[in-house]
Antibody, heavy 124, light 108 residues
Framework: EVQLVESGGGLIQPGGSLRLSCAAS????????MSWVRQAPGKGLEWVSV???????YYADSVKGRFTISRDNSKNTLYLQMNSLRAEDTAVYYC??????????????????WGRGTLVTVSS | EIVMTQSPATLSVSPGERATLSCRAS??????LVWYQQKPGQAPRLLIY???TRATGIPARFSGSGSGTEFTLTISSLQSEDFAVYYC??????????FGQGTKVEIK
């Protein structure tokens, strides 16, 4: 079955760090462009970060310098390292797959497969 | 950054009726516009890409139209499972991709 399963969320104090994981099955993360998207409680969707085929990564201004996206091809898993967490980072974090297939086709910039999400709560 | 604005915020519709949702971009995004459906406690699901192409498995009652800055999602005859929040998203000039704030379709 093609799916994404996030883990690693929880309650963390402001200033703390957390690493989220997204395990893929049914396809390889190394062949796809992968993103993290978050959703604050009762709010809309906010794109967070993307990793392209090689080592190219991009971030939303709101998390730049604090979050790092990466992947482990041997584990077929995507990660999001989150440092210096703030209350406004509280959200459900989704990993999402771009339908573009690296390197033969470019990233499309939208998402055809989403995980169920993992909740991160930043609070003292 | 391109700003996406959806209207209305909430749409009250009776089952079997037509629903029309709007999405406006702050500058042209050509046809690089997608729609998602999100039900409570679930991840978003891709409905429409390329402004008007249904994603795999999406029923024909969902249709998208528009280009440039004005887009519409139409649900021709609302079924009980269609009551949800709908988001538009542009990917013309990215990163970042940007989403609208959502339209909630509720039972009238």
């Amino acid at each position: 079955e093609v799916q994404l399963v996030e883990s690693g969320g929880g309650l963390i104090q402001p200033g703390g760090s957390l690493r989220l994981s997204c395990a893929a099955s049914g396809f390889t993360v190394s062949s796809n462009y992968m993103s993290w998207v978050r959703q604050a409680p009762g709010k809309g969707l906010e794109w967070v970060s993307v990793i392209f085929g090689g080592v190219s990564t991009y971030y939303a201004d709101s998390v730049k310098g604090r979050f790092t996206i990466s992947r482990d091809n041997s584990k077929n898993t995507l990660y999001l390292q989150m440092n210096s967490l703030r209350a406004e980072d509280t959200a459900v974090y989704y990993c999402a797959r771009d339908p573009g297939i690296a390197p033969s086709s470019p990233a499309r910039g939208y998402f055809d497969l989403w995980g169920r999400g993992t909740l991160v709560t930043v609070s003292s | 950054e391109i700003v996406m604005t959806q209207s209305p915020a909430t749409l009250s519709v009776s089952p079997g009726e037509r629903a029309t949702l709007s999405c406006r971009a702050s500058q042209s995004v050509s046809s690089d516009l997608v729609w998602y459906q999100q039900k409570p406690g679930q991840a978003p699901r891709l409905l429409i890409y390329g402004a008007s192409t249904r994603a795999t498995g999406i029923p024909a009652r969902f249709s998208g139209s528009g280009s440039g800055t004005e887009f519409t999602l139409t649900i021709s005859s609302l079924q009980s499972e269609d009551f949800a929040v709908y988001y538009c998203q542009q990917h013309y000039n990215w990163p970042p991709v940007t989403f609208g704030q959502g339209t909630k379709v509720e039972i009238k």
